[in-house]
């Protein structure tokens, strides 16, 4: 969430931040704002002016009595009284009701883009920064990942036949792989860059996915959970969900995030560095006719997520090393990548900067995104109000807001789809990479 100190001295400034991200409708209704902030502002004044008018009375009506004055004057001050707290009541009231439409505005406000955000209205704008590895050049016709998965075992019509289209069902050495891959990259976020592995829950609150803002702004995207005979199941989309309502997580980022919120740590306990292997539920709406061939776009896909919470005059440095964290995960699979830094019109909702990994896939002669490392600032931890106390001279200081991060360490299914286009050979098997050997039993070539 914005700080709304920041727009109530720089309105302007705010809006062309805002304005960067190239949305085709305003993200702030500017002339609303202005008319509640301006009620709120006449309310808190007249209050303030009745407040000080009661104390008067209130005072006056203690010399009164010890004055033994006429009944009917202090009658008549103590009637003014009374009625100056049923004003105060109905502006407080009034002023409740100003500062949760306030709150609701800030809430659908996106995060402001970081000002080495690049220009740009979508993917077209990204700009790329590196390279790592040379696209294999096969002296075959390479196959996409489902041709090469399904005599592995990936089974894309169980799957739909079982849950509908966009899940999969995975057996025998494809099923093994997904695993590896999970336990390898685990090992290498917790063993080489020092993340604590976490196990979360898979369903969460509301006021959880309103930390880390999946909430309110893509409650179409998530699944809901619904309780006894509160409801039958789950799905995204639709309304009057009853308040009970829980959701499936879309991301363990949600669950690692919030496991600090409404607290106030220790600077010396700082960076908290999470990692957390979980599935992820996603109703993808608005992506119909996208990727529907294989595992590529997935209402339920495993990811191995990396969050850190961190000093805000650390969190810059942090997004470059959390990259890089992903990266190492790429170059220990063999998978040529490449790093692009989102442009302004694809940056994510909580994020103010962005960089995807994107690896290489043969079948399609192209990067697709495989990673995001993202910087929220203090975005998440002002929903969350997740605070720590900084030193001063070595004394605990005023709590300030924490920054937070997260990144995916990496997609288990992508990464799974990268493994078998990558390192498929002529006759249909794929070779392991020397990396994954270990979780697969020293095997160094998967086969039907």
């Not at 004055?69 to 100003?98: H, N, Y």
């Not at 949600?254 to 106030?264: A, D, G």
């Not at 994020?351 to 990067?367: F, I, R």
Request: aromatic residues 6%; hydrophobic residues 35%.
């Amino acid at each position: 969430m914005i700080d709304i100190n920041l727009i109530r001295r720089d309105l302007d400034g705010v809006v062309a931040l805002l304005q960067r991200r190239k949305n085709p409708q305003p993200f702030l209704d500017v002339p609303r704002y202005i008319a509640l902030e301006a009620e709120r502002k006449q309310i808190q004044t007249h209050t303030e002016q009745l407040q000080a008018r009661r104390n008067g009375l209130s005072k006056q009506v203690g010399q009164l009595k010890g004055q033994s004055a006429d009944p009917a004057a202090l009658a008549e001050v103590m009637a003014q009284v009374s009625g100056i707290a049923d004003e105060l009541k109905a502006g407080a009231e009034r002023l409740e009701f100003l500062q949760a439409q306030l709150h609701g505005l800030l809430m659908a406000l996106p995060n402001l883009p970081h000002e080495s955000v690049p220009e740009g209205a979508d993917d077209g704008g990204n700009a790329e920064v590196r390279r790592w590895g040379t696209p294999r050049a096969f002296d075959f016709t390479p196959k996409d990942h489902v041709d090469i998965g399904q005599p592995l075992g990936l089974d894309i019509e169980t799957g739909a036949r079982l849950s509908g289209a966009r899940f999969t069902f995975l057996r025998g050495p494809a099923a093994r792989l997904h695993r590896a891959l999970a336990q390898f990259m685990l090992d290498m976020q917790t063993e080489q860059h020092g993340y604590t592995e976490c196990y979360t829950p898979y369903i969460v609150n509301r006021e959880v996915l309103e930390g880390t803002g999946q909430l309110p702004k893509f409650k179409e995207d998530m699944f809901w959970v619904f309780r006894g005979s509160e409801g039958g199941g789950g799905g995204g989309g639709g309304g009057g969900e009853p308040q009970a309502a829980q959701y499936l997580i879309s991301t363990s980022e949600i669950s690692l995030t919030n496991s600090v919120r409404e607290q106030i740590l220790d600077a010396l306990a700082l960076p908290i560095k999470l990692t957390a292997h979980s599935p992820c539920f996603r109703s993808e709406a608005g992506s119909a006719g996208r990727d529907t061939r294989g595992m590529i776009r997935q209402h339920q896909f495993d990811k191995v997520e990396m969050v850190q919470v961190v000093h805000p005059d650390q969190s810059y440095a942090t997004l470059e090393q959390m990259v890089g964290h992903a990266e190492a995960v790429l170059q220990a699979l063999e998978l040529p990548y490449r790093v692009v830094n989102l442009c302004g019109g694809d940056l994510g909702f909580g994020s103010t900067k962005t960089y995807d990994l994107e690896v290489w896939l043969p079948a399609q002669s192209t990067y697709r995104e495989i990673s995001s490392c993202s910087n929220c600032e203090a975005f998440q931890a002002r929903r969350m109000q997740t605070r720590f106390r900084p030193l001063v001279n070595g004394q605990p200081g005023k709590p300030e807001l924490v920054h937070t991060l997260n990144g995916s360490g990496l997609a288990v299914g992508r990464a799974l789809v990268a493994v078998l286009e990558n390192h498929q050979q002529a006759d249909g098997s794929v070779a392991v990479p020397a990396a994954l050997r270990p979780y697969l039993r020293g095997r160094e070539v998967l086969t039907r």
